[in-house]
């Protein structure tokens, strides 16, 4: 199976579906098998590119383009996800494509009852996962362009933004550590697996490791700044699972959901006493909290129609969620009371105009209550597929080249 990483989404990765081992072959993304012998796949610049491959998992050659860039400038960014090329190849060699429209996104405020108000007008990119500091006047957001994705830092609303990170491909999934002062990511920066750096939200001094094993992606701290939680990448055997540790004194992570299905989005109450994530063990992703640090002796089921991105509210008497049909979604819950229990919910409005996110949260919450949230902005109309008969025989001519 050919796949674009979850967690490293510029490479392109083969995976075996016994065994769920994988292994990464090259950069790139939406990948597409030909019968030809090619991979096809999206380079940064937004070219088709064609790979020559084996079909068995090996690479026999150089990759050479098929269809240039249909843009460039700023807005020709991470392909994967902000524009590009969409194709199709059938069995004896049509094919077939249309340039796809480029896109940016806006950061934006949006109120319980769905209205919406860009955070900054002027502040436009390919933004993605973002973190509100817990004093609520920064921002730490990840942002592609043709190096690659880093976070930056902004002041809100209209603030100057700086860039934190600068090393590797990819950097990204953002967290703030309790105090305000700096900053977790995962990054790809230090050699070829994941792992979870920090860096002073200010750039005042050089990132450093956070010690921790499995390919870790997703972290979040708790708010007496004593936890880790962090949850690995799914493109490992257990296909993401979540952890605990104490930084200086635990020398080994406790597990707190740990099974043989995903788990992902951990998010820790404002007291520390309740750890809420996403499963997908009924089938499909759902929500359920437990307490913490001891999550195997309780476990409360919070949404039963689809459920994704939990985040508390600051007070700690809500838990949001994205529902199955991409709606926001609030939970009246007593997690400052000594035993857990969730009330009833309320569909606040439909979020589907909005970015989600599928291995990260896509959104966050102010002390207000107003959320943030991502609006994508198309650049270009697709209006056009084309049509390229016998083209086994033009790929073989620039094979050949």
């Known amino acids: 199976m050919l796949y674009a990483g979850a967690e490293k989404a510029n490479a392109i990765a083969i995976g075996d579906l016994k065994t769920g081992e994988h292994r990464i072959l090259f950069d790139g993304t939406i990948p597409r098998y030909s019968a030809s012998g090619h991979i096809l796949y999206l380079a940064a610049n937004g070219a088709l590119m064609a790979m020559p491959f084996d079909g068995k998992g090996k690479v026999t050659g150089g990759a050479f383009p098929v269809i240039p860039s249909p843009g460039t400038g700023p807005e020709v960014n991470w392909i994967g996800t902000f524009g590009g090329i969409e194709t199709a190849v059938s069995q004896i060699g049509t ?9 940016t996104s806006e950061l934006t405020w949006v109120t319980r009852d769905g209205r919406a108000q860009a955070v900054d007008s002027t502040w436009h990119g390919a933004f993605s996962f973002f973190s509100l500091s817990p004093d609520g006047k920064r921002l730490a957001v990840a942002i592609a362009d043709r190096s690659g994705t880093n976070v930056w830092v902004k002041e809100l609303d209209h603030g100057p933004a700086h860039k934190l990170t600068f090393e590797g491909r990819v950097s990204n999934y953002a967290a703030w550590t309790p105090d305000g002062q700096s900053v977790s990511y995962y ?15 200010d750039a005042s001094a050089q990132a450093v490791s956070i010690p921790t094993k499995g390919n870790p992606v997703e972290s979040e701290w708790s708010h007496d700044g004593k936890w880790l939680i962090f949850r690995t990448s799914v ?8 952890f ?54 309780a476990k ?16 700690g008497r809500e838990l949001f969620y994205r529902d199955g049909q991409g709606r926001m979604v609030a939970v009246e819950v007593t997690a400052n009371a000594p035993t857990f229990s ?26 207000d209550g107003r959320f943030m949230m991502l609006r994508q902005n198309y650049r270009g109309v697709q209006d056009s597929i ?9 790929l073989k001519s620039k094979s050949n080249k």
């Not at 990054?187 to 939200?201: F, G, Q």
């Not at 951990?266 to 929500?287: F, H, K, M, Q």
């Open 95 to 103: 094919l077939m494509y249309a340039p796809r429209s480029f896109q």
């Open 187 to 201: 990054t790809d920066a230090h050699d070829p697996h994941l792992h979870l750096w920090m860096k002073r939200a």
């Open 235 to 242: 493109q490992i055997s257990g296909k993401g699972d979540i």
């Open 244 to 297: 605990a540790i104490r930084l200086g004194s635990d020398t080994v992570a406790i597990p707190l959901a740990v099974t043989k299905y995903g788990e992902q989005d951990p998010v820790i109450s404002p007291n520390d006493r309740w750890l809420a994530y996403s499963s997908n063990e009924t089938g499909r992703y759902e929500i359920y909290v437990v307490p913490f640090p001891n999550a195997s002796s």
């Open 300 to 315: 409360w089921p919070i949404s039963n129609e689809g459920g994704s991105e939990p985040v508390w509210s600051r007070n």
């Open 342 to 367: 969730a009330g009833g919910s309320k569909v606040l409005f439909s979020a589907r105009d909005y970015v989600s996110g599928a291995s990260h949260r896509q959104y966050d919450v102010a002390a």
């Open 386 to 394: 084309i049509v390229v008969e016998n083209w086994f025989d033009e």
